[in-house]
């Protein structure tokens, strides 16, 4: 071999090597998962409800979806509906794939499988896979949206054909360099930015070096363009979501869900180069998000644009659904547990306060002080044109205008089972705790597990060991943020316990079935203090003032999307002359004030009225705290005026409608 071939191979070899996976830990795929308890009812509702009639929810739904070209003018898109009815019934279709291997629903995975299995079909000659007929340039970030199914489909079914498929169609988007230029910066164009995901996601599925390198070359162009648009003044939102941005500090702003998709991109970046720059962007960022925007709820206040903390403040369905799925990323990304209390605050709050419990309903907008829920009460859009179509957006209707999260709802729960446990080679970590069975290949044989519990609701967790390799392996389990103890017994003996906290705890050792491993928590009433406010979280949960409502139906389609089998609901404060839902907690509130309820019920624990746990709280009405007009809510004033002193029960947010969760402090 002469010496310039040797070189040659040598610098193939470093280039390997330079990407050679940093980071090889992958999620569960959506078959790994068997659900039970409260997960499997929530599963179970969202098969009976929209999961399978997603046409309640209106158009696009109401179409074949991926399977026709969907450019329709419709009372919201008079001049044609352009790519967003792909991107819209794109996040239902990979939600409906994921909640339909999990709950084992034949009907879900049909419903998919007809839509990719035409998109498969209809391959160009080129073997680029397409979003109807919009074209190159319009389809880019539909593609990135239902791409996310084709990956998820192939970790479910390890299909060959499937994976080459895939291949074909990102080796020939991305086949000369003017493919990695970014069009337009100022539109959604630039989410086409966000197939960087699925670059660094078939990187981790082929560790072909083509993969990350495609990804690493259009982040950089993307970067590149977004730095210019700052030093021409222009765009500036663009350069913030950007690594770079990040790492300068330059503070979150602009549109909530952009912002939370290109969140991902560094750790995406991160975990399979192992990049500093990368890491310290998301952490930056991640940061700067908790001190500007965050909620009570954990949620990062927008309505459309990031807002900025606030009592009255509210949240976009998509916006956390995405946040979700993007801090999984970083979770996976580094391992760090901080992601996985940020995951669980969301999901078991946030999240889940926006769906009726018959997975029939949602709100576009989700708050944590929702005290009035009408066709009026939201005014957070009043100052553009398309104003007026926002006015009910925190009312739980089947269908909203605009329609992203009637989609998006679809993967709220199945994304997050998806990141619930980790594994890399014989190393598993159990991250987000909830009942069910996980059954996963490792490197030296399978590995089943599983978990009875009845979390977040009780903080204790038995596992049961179903199959095992032969060999040792690295058992994880996570100790969240707010636990004060932990205790793990193997067995029936005592294996470890202290007082740590956002940290992995780990047993090494050959695992055999039967083996039992029983984790347990303890903890105490939390106060938040959010400065003019307080909130209460116990474990994972955030406790709200169930205000008591009057609910009116509506079972015609005005522009509400809703039926006899599906309504629309409006909800109007009881006692909402004389504000006598408007209450306030002591300013000098210590944890000792706060009783904690346990109770067992049976049934769904969300459901209004049954959680297993409440809290018992002192408070006070107050007196000069009013709606807006009778229908909107209001923040709570500066200066708080009280009345009469009242014992209150606090119920966890998401098994509320009508609710104060972040109060104003007064002085008693």
């Known amino acids: 071999m002469s ?6 191979f040598v610098t193939v070899l ?107 079909a209809n391959v160009d000659e080129n073997g680029m896979l397409h979003a109807g007929n919009l074209g190159e340039v319009r389809e880019e970030w539909p593609m990135v949206v239902i791409m996310r199914m084709f990956i998820e489909k192939y970790k479910a079914t390890e299909n060959p054909e499937l994976l080459n498929a895939i291949d074909r169609h990102y080796k020939a988007v991305y086949n000369s360099e003017e493919k990695f230029d970014v069009a337009d910066m100022s539109g959604f164009e630039v989410r086409s930015v966000l197939h960087v995901e699925l670059l660094g996601a078939m990187y981790g599925l082929t560790n072909d070096v083509w993969y990350i390198e495609a990804a690493e070359k259009l982040y950089a162009a993307f970067q590149q363009k977004a730095s210019e648009s700052v030093k021409g003044k222009k765009n500036k939102g663009v350069y913030s979501i950007s690594a770079n941005g990040m790492n300068e500090g330059l503070r979150p702003g602009g549109h909530a869900v952009t912002y939370h998709e290109f969140l991902k991109l560094p750790a995406v970046l991160y ?43 509210a949240t976009e369905a998509c916006s956390l659904i995405d946040f979700t799925w993007s801090t999984g990323w970083s979770l996976l990304a580094t391992g760090d547990p901080m992601f996985a209390d940020k995951m669980e605050k969301v999901l078991y709050n946030a999240s889940l306060s926006l769906l009726s419990k018959d997975f029939k309903a949602y709100q576009y907008y989700q708050k944590p002080n929702l005290i009035t829920s009408t066709n009026a009460s939201s005014s957070y859009n009043d100052d553009v044109k398309w104003g007026a179509v926002a006015k009910g957006r925190l009312c739980y209707r089947p269908g909203h205008d605009t329609e992203c999260c009637a989609g998006n ?11 619930s446990c980790t594994i890399d080679k014989n ?21 089943s597990f599983t978990q009875e519990t009845n979390y977040p609701f009780e903080h204790q967790i038995k596992i049961t060991i179903n199959e095992a390799p032969k060999s040792k392996i690295e058992f994880g389990l996570r100790i969240p943020k707010w636990a004060d103890y932990y205790s793990i017994r193997l067995n029936g003996k005592n294996y470890a316990s202290g007082l740590e906290h956002t940290v992995f705890k ?18 105490t009433p939390k106060i938040d203090d959010r400065q003019g406010g307080l909130a209460i979280n116990y474990g994972p949960l955030v406790f709200s003032y169930p205000i008591e409502s009057i609910v009116r139906k509506s079972t015609f389609d005005s522009g509400e999307k809703s ?16 504000s006598g839902w408007a209450l306030a907690l002591s300013a000098s509130l210590t944890e000792k004030d706060i009783e904690v309820v346990k109770t067992k019920t049976d049934g769904y624990p969300w459901d209004i009225g049954n959680s297993p746990i409440t809290l018992k709280v002192m408070a006070k009405k107050v007196t000069n705290w009013h709606l807006k007009n009778w229908v909107e809510s209001t923040s709570y004033p500066d200066a708080v005026e009280t009345g009469e002193a009242v014992t209150v029960e606090l119920s966890p947010e998401a098994t509320t409608i009508l609710r104060i969760t972040e109060f104003p402090k007064a002085n008693f």
């Open 3 to 8: 010496l310039r071939h040797i070189l040659c």
């Open 14 to 120: 470093s280039v390997f090597f330079s990407y050679a996976q940093t980071e090889s830990t992958r999620d569960l795929a959506s078959n790994e998962f068997v659900p039970e308890g409260w997960v499997k009812e929530f599963l179970n509702r969202q098969v009976q409800g929209l999961g399978s009639h997603p046409e309640e929810s209106g158009f696009p739904f109401n179409t074949g979806m991926w399977t026709e070209n969907m450019d329709y003018r419709d009372r919201e898109f008079s001049g044609g509906s352009d790519w967003w009815p792909y991107e819209q019934t794109g996040y239902y279709l990979d939600g409906i794939l994921r909640a339909g291997y999990m709950s084992g629903s034949s009907k879900l995975l049909n419903k998919a499988d007809i839509n990719l299995n035409h998109i498969l």
């Open 271 to 313: 975990k399979y180069t192992g990049k500093d720059t990368y890491k310290t962007a998301f952490y930056k960022a991640y940061k700067m998000l908790e001190e500007d925007h965050e909620l009570a709820d954990g949620g990062y206040a927008n309505h459309e644009g990031l807002a900025g903390k606030g009592s009255n403040e």
């Open 409 to 419: 709802i679809h993967r709220m729960l199945p994304t997050f089972i998806n990141r």
């Open 427 to 447: 190393a598993v970590k159990l991250v987000l705790y909830m009942p069910g069975t996980i059954n996963t290949p490792l490197e030296k044989g399978n590995f």
């Open 506 to 523: 780990t047993l090494k050792r050959k695992f055999k079935k039967g083996d039992v491993v029983e984790l347990a928590f303890k903890t």
């Open 563 to 578: 039926s006899v089998e599906f309504p629309a609901y409006e909800h109007f404060p009881k006692a909402i002359r004389d």
